[in-house]
């Protein structure tokens, strides 16, 4: 019983910065990996990067160094600072939550919320 609420998605031209951000609401416990996706017309949705409840991270090696996951003040929120962005990195970005209960695993996801990177 987890509800995702994001924001933060819009129009920048390329080398501009966005900032989205997930809201966490409901069973936050325990073991859990949060992650932000994302997915363009006529592709895959493929994930950008991901955050545990241990504080580990990793990153698409085509976001590395440019993206950054973290959790801002509380983890029932976390964000995706995005640096120097490409046109390439236009997609709906869609956060995840996936929940670990034992064996057990619950996927949860938000509304997702545009990002258009051109000039």
């Known amino acids: 019983q987890v509800q995702l609420v994001e924001s933060g998605g819009g129009l920048v031209q390329p080398g501009g910065s966005l900032r989205l951000s997930c809201a966490a609401s409901?069973?936050?416990?325990?073991?859990?990996?949060m992650a932000w996706y994302r997915q363009a017309p006529g592709k895959q949705r493929e994930l950008v990067a991901a955050?545990?409840?241990?504080?580990?991270?990793n990153y698409a090696d085509s976001v590395k160094g440019r993206f950054t996951i973290s959790r801002d003040g509380t983890k029932n929120t976390v964000s995706l600072q995005m640096n120097s962005l490409k046109p390439e990195d236009t997609a709906i970005y869609y956060c995840n939550f996936e929940k670990r209960l034992g064996v057990a695993r619950y996927d949860y996801w938000g509304q997702g919320t545009q990002v258009t990177v051109s000039s």
């Open positions: 955050i545990t409840s241990g504080d580990s991270t």
């Open positions: 409901g069973s936050i416990f325990g073991t859990y990996v």
